[in-house]
Antibody, heavy 122, light 107 residues
């Protein structure tokens, strides 16, 4: 059974930094791209980042490019999102999501973590 | 960036009725269109991929159709567990984008 266990919620001040994580089990982690998707309170879904399965190449939404960095550790079956220079509009639940197919091209979000709430406020 | 526009924003129907949800893309995405269902307090769930293919475990009453710029998710006969928010997503180009969602409410 696929499990994606995300780290706990955070309250961080504007301009601050934090790292959230997603520990995976139940599948061959190194074969699947991993993704981050966020959802602001009462709002829709917004794709944030994709980390490729083996190369670790990354893609980012313009809204986070240059501030957020997604990485993965295939030896620990974990994906991370480092969030720097956070702003109030980064407040959201952050979901990690596993691609539905191995070595995919564009994201197809088959399994999701439980979400990590991040609140940016002074 | 490909913009996805979902309609209607809210759909109020009764159990047993047919639901038709629309997703229109600002440019062609071929058949690289995905549908998700999200219930309150839960993560989204993959329903339909590549316009018309059901994900594992998705009931027969869910059908996806369309290509190019116009797509439809049809629920043939609504059951109580179907009342949720539905999102479309394109996976044709970076950045991948989502529609703003259609809320399906019980009438």
């Amino acid at each position: 059974e696929v499990q994606l266990l995300q780290s706990g919620g955070h309250l961080v001040q504007p301009g601050g930094s934090l790292r959230i994580s997603c520990a995976a089990s139940g599948f061959t982690f190194s074969s699947y791209d991993m993704n981050w998707v966020r959802q602001a309170p009462g709002k829709g879904l917004e794709w944030v980042s994709t980390v490729r399965s083996t190369s670790g190449d990354t893609y980012y939404a313009d809204s986070v490019k240059g501030r957020f960095t997604a990485t993965r550790d295939n030896s620990e079956n974990t994906v991370y999102l480092q969030m720097n220079e956070v702003r109030a509009d980064d407040t959201a639940v952050y979901y990690c999501a596993k691609d539905a197919v191995p070595f995919g091209d564009f994201p197809l979000l088959g399994d999701w973590g439980q979400g990590t709430p991040v609140t940016v406020s002074s | 960036e490909i913009v996805l526009t979902q309609s209607p924003a809210t759909l109020s129907l009764s159990p047993g009725e047919r639901a038709t949800l629309s997703c229109r893309a600002s440019q062609s995405v071929g058949t690289y269109l995905v549908w998700y269902q999200q219930k309150p307090g839960q993560a989204p769930r993959l329903l339909i991929y590549d316009a018309s293919h059901k994900a594992t475990g998705v009931p027969r009453r869910f059908t996806g159709s369309g290509s190019g710029t116009d797509f439809t998710l049809t629920i043939s006969s609504l059951e109580s567990e179907d009342f949720a928010v539905y999102y479309c997503q394109q996976r044709r180009n970076w950045p991948i984008t989502f529609g703003q969602g259609t809320r399906l409410d019980i009438k």
